[in-house]
């Protein structure tokens, strides 16, 4: 390589240039005709121009023409100047290009924003502005080119990704084959405050009683892989949330003849119904209530249970039962144990009613009976009072209809007994742990979606789609890094020590890779794509916008 000066002159103006340049040389075409024997193969250098040099202040030039003639600066021994963190960024960035991210966003700069917005959920989570502050220490600019920026530019990413969710969802979907198997399920996630536009008080699922919250329906490939995500207030019922996803699957993915498969009480008679007309199939699960009905209507008994999962027609559906020995036993030492803990808490109470004679019978009576109702044993449990004492009345023709159905569960599906046997019905429904893992992943682990402190809906799905995105990353890391016996935390770590240097001038602003890493850094870059050579960057660096001391916290002396 090799800086090449060009002037030229154009209509009385002088145009000067500075290209970066390579030689290499290629064979050269030959004539027509059949060569003479033994001759020799004829080459010319052709020059490549790499970048163009032009818009660089002089002293870097003057640099990187001393590394393409290999003459290194003269002079004392340079100093190590270690430069931002680059390994994170780098290495998410490498990724995401192999799963698609990348060619689906795009390349203009509300796209870069967006991706930026999925490393920084991957690897930092909070907010936007937590987002700004963990970006001056890393090569924002050497990866992404991305000049500076602040918590507001991420605010418009969001705008920008929930405006385009349907196009990045489509480009990241695989084609779908007939027979394909979707899963889907919803969750919740609760709120800071209470102006969100989606914000409404529901099932919470995260037990946050007081606090309004948003549900998240996602639907998912048999494998696991998200493919969209999908917000409703939070009083949404998980059967209106189902009707949606259907259109979703039959309009936006273009899908024919496919099955999908819900949690229990998800897919009821109007889902059912719009299945039925866009060609789908469904495999779901009854409620108790619904398997309780069967069996006063003896179309069950409880012998037909049992570990092996067993089919039966009913009303022109299939109906799988199967009773899992360990949830059995589990559900019944729960039984007991909160049995038990309502008996420990009467004695310490009747104790204090015999120890303190102005303590009320009554009082203790309504604690009891609010103990009952909270773990719903009002039926099988009875309170009697008798001198200054509550004691408890067991049922056991209550207890032993209670424990009827421990660990026992009933599937249903409209697959004909061709397409899929007892054991491949009951395999598809528990795919569905593949969901519930990725949502605690969303929620409460790697990435965590809640609590949202957003008021726009349409930023609330942004970050909804961040969050998806940055799932399909963590997933991928998760399958590199798992035969290495490391978590996905445990990579991000490692890649927060690779570090870029600094070349020439502080003031140049140019960096180079390592030359050798550590070996727990090496083990991590091994499963990577490789990383590419950082940008070239002469920007500004990121600065937050937001500079005001926080609240309580004295600032240390000058």
């Known amino acids: 390589m090799f800086i090449k000066r060009n002037r030229s002159r154009q209509g009385g103006k002088t145009y000067h240039s500075v290209l970066l340049v390579e030689g290499v040389r290629e064979p050269v075409i030959r004539p027509p005709g059949r060569p003479a024997k033994d001759a ?92 700004v502050r963990w970006a001056e220490d890393h090569a924002v600019a050497e990866v992404l080119g991305l000049e500076t920026f602040d918590e507001d530019d991420l605010y418009a990413a969001l705008d920008w990704l929930q405006v385009h969710q349907e196009r990045i969802e489509q480009a990241l979907a695989p084609k779908i084959e007939p027979g394909a198997v979707f899963l889907y399920d919803v969750t919740s996630s609760y709120f800071e405050g209470q102006c969100n536009e989606l914000a409404a008080h529901g099932y919470n699922r995260d037990g946050k009683r007081y606090k309004k919250q948003v549900v998240a329906g996602l639907l998912a490939a048999a494998s696991g892989e998200p493919l969209s995500i999908q917000l409703y207030p939070g009083n949404t019922s998980d059967p209106k949330t189902f009707l949606p996803t259907v259109e979703k699957l039959r309009l936006r993915f273009d899908a024919k003849d496919i099955v999908v498969v819900g949690d229990r009480g998800m897919i009821k008679r109007l ?91 009554e009082t203790l009576r309504k604690q009891a009976q609010g103990w009952l109702e909270h773990y719903g044993f009002a039926s099988w449990l009875q309170l009697q009072v008798s001198d200054r004492a509550v004691t408890l009345l067991k049922d056991p023709a209550v207890e032993t209809q209670l424990a009827l159905l421990d660990g026992c569960y009933v599937l249903e599906t409209d697959l004909p007994a061709a397409a899929a046997d007892a054991r ?27 609590p949202i402190f957003l008021r726009n809906a349409e930023r609330t799905e942004g970050h909804a789609l961040v969050t ?33 240097i600094g070349l020439g001038e502080p003031t140049l602003a140019v960096w180079r890779l390592p030359d050798s890493y550590v070996d727990a850094q090496q083990e991590i870059l091994r499963v990577l794509p490789t990383l590419r050579v950082p940008k070239l960057s002469l920007k500004k660096p990121v600065k937050r916008r937001l500079t005001q001391p926080r609240r309580g916290r004295v600032s240390p002396p000058k």
């Open 424 to 450: 491949t019905v009951h395999a598809r429904y528990m795919n569905l742990t593949d969901i519930e893992r990725d949502f605690r992943t969303m929620k409460t682990g790697q990435l965590e979606l809640r």
């Open 40 to 131: 020799p193969v004829r080459t010319r250098v052709v020059h490549h121009t790499l970048a163009n040099l032009s818009r660089l202040p002089e002293p870097l030039v003057a640099l990187i023409e001393q590394y393409c003639q290999g003459k290194l600066p003269t002079g004392e021994a340079p100093q190590v100047r270690m430069g931002p963190c680059y390994g994170v960024l780098a290495g998410l960035h490498a990724l995401a290009g192999e799963v698609g991210l990348i060619a689906a966003l795009g390349s203009d700069r509300l796209a870069k924003l967006a991706l930026f917005l999925i490393y920084a959920r991957v690897a930092r989570q909070g907010s936007r502005l937590a987002a």
């Open 271 to 361: 889902g059912k119904e719009a299945l039925g007309e866009a060609g789908f199939r469904y495999v779901t699960a009854l409620t108790n209530p619904q398997i309780r009905k069967l069996l006063g209507k003896k179309v069950l008994t409880p012998e037909l249970f049992d570990e092996e999962p067993l089919a039966l027609e009913h009303e022109g559906r299939r109906l799988i039962l199967r009773c899992n020995p360990a949830t059995r036993d589990r559900e019944r030492q729960r039984r007991l144990d909160q049995c038990r803990r309502i008996e420990q808490r009467l004695a310490a109470g009747n104790t204090r009613l015999m120890e303190k004679p102005r303590a009320k019978v």
């Open 468 to 500: 998806m995105l940055a799932l399909k990353l963590v997933r991928e890391l998760d399958r590199r890094v798992a035969p290495l016996g490391l978590t996905v935390t445990d990579a991000i770590a490692r890649l927060h020590g690779v570090r870029l």
